[in-house]
């Protein structure tokens, strides 16, 4: 099972993909709570040099109470991330964390359901921008 779920993009700039995402985010009822941008803080804090990579840290609402009620240290897990990052070739690929794979260590059955709809929700989002 893997870790993430991605999509390529390559006729679109990244403020364009940025915004779609940021759109979908929202359709899929997804707020974002945390946004770093890799490449301005390795720059300010190492001096080097890297790609555009954005990182997006997402959650449902309701759907991180449901989790926190079944299972309280599921917040280490908590926002799901979801990452931009620009290529050499100046595609742009949007990634986000598999749920069910990042909880697969977790022993609490009750748990399932909510990671498969927030999973779905995530898909649901690459798929659309």
């Known amino acids: 099972m893997e870790y993430f779920y991605s999509k390529m993009i390559i006729n679109a700039s990244f403020e364009e993909i940025e915004s779609s995402v940021r759109e979908e985010l929202k359709q899929e009822g997804f707020g974002v709570l945390t946004e770093i941008n890799v490449q301005q803080t390795l720059k ?4 080097v040099d890297f790609k555009r990579y954005i990182i997006l840290g997402a959650c449902i609402p309701e759907a991180a109470y ?3 009620q079944q299972e309280l240290k599921a917040g280490v897990f908590l926002p799901c991330n979801i990452i931009l990052e620009e290529n050499d070739d100046e ?3 949007v990634s986000a964390i598999n749920p069910v794979a990042a909880f697969s260590a977790v022993d609490n059955d009750s748990i399932g359901c909510h990671l498969e709809e ?3 929700k995530l898909m649901n989002v690459i798929d659309n921008c």
Do not use: C, P
Request: glycine share 0%.
């Open 44 to 47: 300010k804090k190492l001096d």
């Open 66 to 68: 449901k989790l926190l």
């Open 91 to 93: 595609s742009i690929e």
């Open 118 to 120: 927030i999973q779905q």
